[in-house]
């Protein structure tokens, strides 16, 4: 399963040009600056700040506004590439953006001619990219577990779940780069399967492992605001726990152990890092609570869900190199043919037992409460991106693949998942070679 992930996502990692994602000059230089420190250099574009399209702003610390833990954990690694046995450079590389960018193609002028041709001074920011690639790995390995704890008896549910994850072209090119999609992706994976975990009905769930998922949710939100859709979906299992145990006491200890954590991070950043984290915290409020009249139209609300929907695709580049739309119309057909999956199994007069109820229903939470933030937040930032799902990946990876599975027999379950995931990997490499590669190398 490993290997369907492995695959692709270096393919993307070495192939696509430096810089040549969303925001991965800036969440570069703000890994540079906490690992070099006082060294630190920036480069020093010209021009002015008067666009996002601008060098100026591009080559600068925005994402400075973002949550920490995914630069302070790639701090290290850029450390490590630094240490002088490793003739990589002290240089920032940075390219100038094209002129005549319209939204479409590179952002940049390359002096990169083709894929094999990585410049020396870009060398450490390809081998940082592995860091993101390893964190992939992982959420796909979490997913695995998690579609295992759902249905225990179907590891055919496990690897179509995963393996779906691993060839998704979208997920691939993000934890091919630069940038806190790939942790988030990592903790929000590994945070559903200790919610699933909790949520069986044959764990009577142990108090201090609530305390361990508040602690799990303080670090989810330490890396990224999107995944604060785990707050609501703890407090779903909170309850599903208080009422097995058939005691609202039980419920409310349970409810102080989990959210007692991520208080506690509230308030120390507030007395340690006032500023900051008030204006990081009055920016979530405005994401959650505010609108903006232009984005309250039909026009933008129809544009938003087709940027977002295609984008979990495949969307690549600064969301400027789309896939064909006979991709898209086959992508839409596999997901059709997981609801009729679906509607098969609601059909079926034996009813699913109520633990395999349970954990779906929580899948499809976790999901709800994501997509409900994703769009929400559009409403006062146009940001109409498919990998700000991704934190919720697995819940969309497992329910996708069960509807899937539905369709055929039982005894067809092998043939049905090979089936996915050939077509996921052809979809994949044509996504690849015939869009993305053309549209790098013009």
């Known amino acids: 399963m490993l290997a369907l992930y492995l695959f692709p996502t270096l393919l993307y990692s070495l192939s696509v ?35 996002v399209w601008s060098e100026r702003y591009i080559y600068s610390l925005y994402q400075r506004s973002q949550p920490p833990l995914y630069y302070i954990t790639a701090a290290p690694v850029m450390k490590i590439l630094a240490a002088r046995f490793l003739p990589l450079g002290d240089q920032i590389a940075y390219a100038r953006v094209r002129p005549d960018f319209s939204g479409r193609g590179n952002l940049f002028i390359h002096a990169r001619k083709n894929l094999w041709s990585i410049r020396s001074d870009e060398l450490r920011g390809h081998l940082l990219r592995l860091f993101s690639v390893l964190l992939g790995a992982i959420t796909v390995c979490f997913i695995f577990q998690t579609a295992l704890l759902v249905v225990p008896r179907s590891p ?31 903790m929000g994976a590994a945070t559903l399967f200790f919610l699933v975990r ?20 303080s670090l989810a939100l330490l890396t990224k605001f999107n995944l604060l859709f785990l707050l609501p979906v703890s407090l779903v299992v909170v309850i599903l726990k208080a009422r097995d145990a058939g005691s609202g006491k039980t419920g409310l200890t349970l409810c102080f152990l989990t959210f007692l954590p991520p208080l ?97 229903g929580l899948l499809g939470l976790s999901f709800f409460f994501l ?61 690849f070679l015939a869009y993305l590669l053309p549209a790098s190398y013009p």
Do not use: C
């Not at 179509?160 to 990592?186: H, K, R, Y």
């Not at 991704?390 to 039982?410: T, V």
């Open 17 to 51: 040009p430096l810089w040549e994602a969303p925001d991965e000059p800036s969440h570069y230089l703000y890994i540079r600056r906490i690992s070099d420190g006082k060294g630190f250099r920036p480069p020093r574009p010209t021009g002015k700040m008067d666009s």
């Open 156 to 186: 055919q549910l496990a690897l179509a779940g995963a393996g779906f994850a691993a060839t998704l072209p979208q997920f691939n090119f993000v934890t091919g780069v630069i940038g806190n999609d790939s942790l988030a992706a990592l």
């Open 198 to 217: 909790l949520a069986r009905k044959d764990r009577p769930g142990q108090r201090g492992e609530f305390f361990g998922l508040g602690i799990l949710i």
């Open 264 to 360: 506690l991070l509230a308030v120390a950043g507030i007395l340690f890092l006032g500023p900051e984290t008030l204006l990081k915290m009055k920016i979530l409020f405005h994401r959650l609570f505010s609108t903006r009249a232009e984005l309250l139209t039909t026009t933008h609300l129809r544009i938003m869900l087709l940027y977002i929907y295609r984008s979990f695709w495949a969307v690549f580049g600064w969301m400027s190199i789309p896939a064909g739309r006979w991709l898209y119309l086959i992508w839409t057909a596999l997901v059709g043919a997981g609801l009729g999956g679906w509607l098969k199994f609601a059909l079926r007069r034996r009813r699913p037992e109520p633990a395999a109820r349970r954990l779906f």
């Open 371 to 431: 997509l409900l933030g994703v769009l929400k937040n559009n409403l006062f930032v146009p940001q109409s991106q498919g990998r700000f799902l991704f934190p919720a990946l697995g819940s969309i990876s497992i329910l996708l693949a069960f509807g899937f599975l539905n369709l055929f027999p039982e005894k067809q379950g092998e043939k049905a998942v090979l089936l996915l995931l050939a077509v996921m990997v052809i979809l994949n490499l044509v996504a």
